[in-house]
């Protein structure tokens, strides 16, 4: 405990009068005697005390410059008798303090949770026994944890198991459909969304959220080459178009993506998006999209933005034959 000088540069605050004892009168506290006042040196040290022959001295309040604090019993200055400390190192102990440090019985419990209760002798455990609160605390902390996580699994697998279920069915309707002969097709992993080709019967099978939709090749208007939401080519049955103007190069259907891929400027060499919308005679659903990559902004030179375009590449070939075709 740090002793009281008059060296310290000090200056008294205020009087309190919450003890028993009558507020101190004065700026000096060496002639502070059966009063109650508040002290505090230039470091910071601060007591809210009783005081007795000019020391803190009774019951009072120590707040250290380090933010730690104590409040009990003091004797000339230091922690004696009973008290708390608490510490952000330590933690807090409350239990008996002699010249200002712990010693007697008490408890302390640190910051982590774990409590210990015993006896202290001169500011060190003497007979001390380790509760495992701290323990105690960590393992609910991690069943908590632990069953939160198992229940997202079982959502998670059973969302799983009903995703699977109707992917079975729609696996089922598409190929078990009498009317219709696959004998090109494309759907993306889930079979949420694709396209399929009967050439036999000529006829288009959709795949979207909306469900199965089939129609012959006449009934195919026109189509759109999207990328990032943006149209770069429609073709359609009355003006075939032979390409577009991407970076300079005209470009056929065939190999569309690649080219346009290709042609985009470095400041804009990213995808976000790239499908085929398709225009269909049907006034209540005349619009298809077929996408081959919807996801985050990938570089162009991405595999599986080169492997997407791939794919709708050979999907804009195969339609703009269909759109030739005349029943």
């Known amino acids: ?142 069943f908590i944890i632990a069953l939160i996580i198992t229940l997202l699994i079982f959502i998670f697998l059973k969302q799983r198991k009903k995703q699977l279920l109707e992917l079975e069915r729609i696996k089922k309707n598409i190929y078990s459909n009498e009317e219709f002969e696959i004998s090109h097709e494309f759907f993306n992993e889930y079979y949420s969304n694709g396209i399929a080709l009967d050439d036999k019967n000529k006829k288009i099978m959709f795949l979207e959220y909306k469900g199965l939709f089939i129609i012959d090749y006449k009934d195919l208007i026109s189509f759109q080459i999207k990328m990032n939401d943006s149209v770069l080519n429609e073709t359609n049955r009355t003006s075939q178009a032979s390409g577009a103007l991407i970076g300079g190069v005209l470009l056929g259907p065939v190999g569309f993506l690649a080219g346009a891929l290709s042609g985009k400027s470095k400041s804009s060499k990213v995808v976000n998006k790239l499908s085929i919308l398709c225009s269909i005679v049907n006034l209540d659903e005349p619009l298809y999209e077929i996408i081959f990559y919807n996801g985050k902004s990938l570089n162009v030179n991405n595999d599986k933005i080169k492997k997407a375009a791939a794919f709708a590449d050979d999907w804009i070939a195969k339609l703009t034959i269909v759109t030739k075709y005349k029943n």
């Open 1 to 142: 405990m740090k002793s009281i000088n008059l060296s310290l540069l000090f200056f008294f605050l205020f009087t309190i009068n919450s003890y028993s004892l009558p507020p101190c009168k004065g700026n000096n506290f060496r002639s502070w005697d059966n009063c109650a006042g508040t002290y505090i040196f230039s470091d910071g040290l601060k007591y809210t005390s009783e005081f007795k022959e000019g020391l803190p001295h009774g019951k009072g309040t120590i707040t250290f410059g380090n933010g730690n604090k104590y409040i009990g019993e003091l004797k000339y200055g230091k922690m004696h008798g009973k008290g708390t400390f608490t510490s952000t190192d330590m933690g807090k102990f409350i239990g008996e303090f002699k010249d200002g440090m712990m010693h007697g019985k008490g408890t302390l419990t640190t910051p982590s949770g774990k409590k210990y209760v015993g006896e202290w002798k001169d500011g060190s455990r003497l007979k001390v026994e380790e509760i495992y609160l701290g323990k105690i605390n960590d393992y609910i902390s991690f």
